[in-house]
């Protein structure tokens, strides 16, 4: 996900030519959203999205039952720890750290030997997809409720989601026994084609909604560009009061604007659902004082403290910043290395959130 589209004051000519404008697809896409067009929806080779001049569009609609919001979740989550360990396929390296941290989560590449490659420059698909089937066996997932980010590069995701009955996606999951498997993170991207944003949507809830019904228990990701379509997720929310979690994965954004879109998001969820809680997959520590009240129901999960690990590298607090730095070191093991990089991420994160727990209790007395 990029950043929340801002309505232009001169619309595109692009906008007038998608066929939300006409309304084609009211009232499940309000016509108004044609105005955040900016690129064309003509996608003769269905890259990356399924825009609204797809000639085979309904089907992709009909797979999901519609554009609407409605279908209904049921999962209800125990209380999770508010730092997640993102661990990964290196699984022999890694240690055991469930009593500290008895929540910890991996991604869909990692539980695959073969899906799609790096190739001619670009990621491919392979000819088949094979699970590494044991890999929860391993001493390091021990003890742990293991969560399944449901996360990865477009061709990763659409290829498992076109392929999740003949590779019997939903069935080797389950076998595998995760505490839990998020939605499919589908792409919005700024600009495109509003029939496209508001189908990845659907698709996202809808595939929640398989995994589910596959007997899994899920958390639903979100993603919303507009307000029209964060009103959409607070009309589900608040139709669907055991949910309490959400997540967003964050690993797109790079800029202050973006990172600052994604409190927008959040915020106004929080805010307008109280029960629900959030977790933000690899979002930079850097912004998180914009969430201020809201901190305390917010959940973070990072795969940072494994990968410098795994390249020698060792996380410490810089007295003199007071934020991370990182230092070359081989005089430990990557198992060590790890370790001291989880418990220093947990270690500030905590401070990170006290802090601004405290400024936003100040600055709330100061304007009452």
């Not at 973070?300 to 934020?323: C, G, M, W």
């Not at 959130?353 to 405290?358: F, G, S, T, W, Y």
Request: aromatic share 14%; net charge neutral.
């Amino acid at each position: 996900m990029l950043d929340l589209q801002e309505l232009h004051s001169q619309p595109s000519l692009f906008s007038y030519t998608c066929e939300v404008f006409s309304g084609t697809f009211s009232p499940y896409i309000d016509s108004n959203e044609a105005f955040f067009v900016s690129n064309t929806c003509v996608n003769e080779f269905r890259r990356n999205i399924i825009t609204c001049k797809d000639k085979y569009r309904h089907e992709f609609v009909d797979e999901v039952e519609g554009l609407a919001l409605n279908v209904n979740l049921h999962t209800q989550c125990d209380i999770l720890p508010s730092y997640i360990p993102v661990y990964n396929k290196m699984a022999s390296q890694l240690p055991n750290l469930s009593g500290e941290f008895p929540v910890i989560a991996l991604t869909l590449k990692d539980i695959l030997s073969s899906a799609v490659s790096h190739k001619a420059g670009g990621l491919q698909e392979d000819k088949s997809i094979i699970f590494r089937n044991l890999l929860l066996n391993y001493y390091c997932f021990r003890n742990a409720k293991v969560l399944l980010f449901s996360s990865g590069p477009d061709t990763l995701i659409e290829y498992l989601w076109h392929q999740r009955e003949l590779c019997t996606l939903y069935e080797k999951i389950r076998k595998m026994d995760f505490y839990a498997m998020t939605g499919f993170n589908f792409s919005l991207i700024t600009g495109e084609c509003a029939f496209a944003q508001s189908l990845n949507i659907k698709r996202s809830l809808y595939s929640s909604y398989e995994i589910e019904q596959s007997g899994i228990s899920t958390i639903p990701h979100v993603y919303a560009l507009t307000d029209y379509q964060i009103q959409r997720w607070l009309d589900w929310f608040k139709s669907n009061p055991h949910v309490s979690y959400f997540t967003i994965n964050c690993q797109l954004q790079a800029s202050k604007k973006e990172f600052l879109q994604v409190v927008k998001t959040v915020t106004k969820i929080l805010e307008t659902v109280p029960h629900t809680r959030v977790i933000l997959q690899g979002f930079s520590f850097t912004y998180l004082y914009y969430f201020g009240v809201y901190i305390d129901r917010v959940h973070v999960a990072e795969s940072l403290p494994v990968k410098k690990a795994q390249s020698y590298q060792r996380i410490f607090l810089n007295p003199d910043t007071h934020k991370m730095a990182f230092k070359y070191d081989r005089t430990l093991t990557v198992a060590e290395l790890v370790t001291t990089n989880i418990r220093e991420r947990y270690l500030y994160w905590e401070y990170l959130k006290n802090r601004i727990l405290l400024d936003s209790s100040l600055m709330k007395g100061v304007t009452a």
